[in-house]
């Protein structure tokens, strides 16, 4: 469901960005992922600050080019992160 529309739940952003993820990171799988805009954030928020990651995996269960798109054109801490949308089988 990538509508933009927002549904029950939500994510907020943290004031500071925990260590272990800004530093250590290296590679996130997202999982059933259905293109909620929570979701979006959080990938989002994770590509903006995660400076040393290398992969993010995401096994979409929605629109895929949609998805690869928008967090394609997302700002990013790592200059060598390779982003991947796969369809969720």
């Known amino acids: 469901m990538f509508d933009g ?3 029950q739940e939500s994510w907020e952003e943290p004031e500071f960005v925990p ?3 800004s530093s250590y990171l290296t ?3 997202i999982q059933e992922f259905l293109g909620r805009k929570h979701e979006l ?3 989002e928020y994770i590509l903006g600050n995660a400076q040393n990651l290398q992969t993010m995996t995401i096994k979409c269960e929605c629109e895929l080019l949609k998805i690869e ?3 394609s ?3 990013k801490a790592s200059a060598t992160c390779q982003l991947s949308v796969f369809e969720n089988i």
Do not use: G, N, V, W
Request: one cysteine or more.
């Open 19 to 21: 260590q272990c993820l």
């Open 41 to 43: 954030l959080l990938a």
């Open 73 to 75: 054109q997302c700002l």
């Open 5 to 7: 529309e927002d549904d």
């Open 69 to 71: 798109r928008k967090l």
């Open 27 to 29: 590679t996130c799988i």
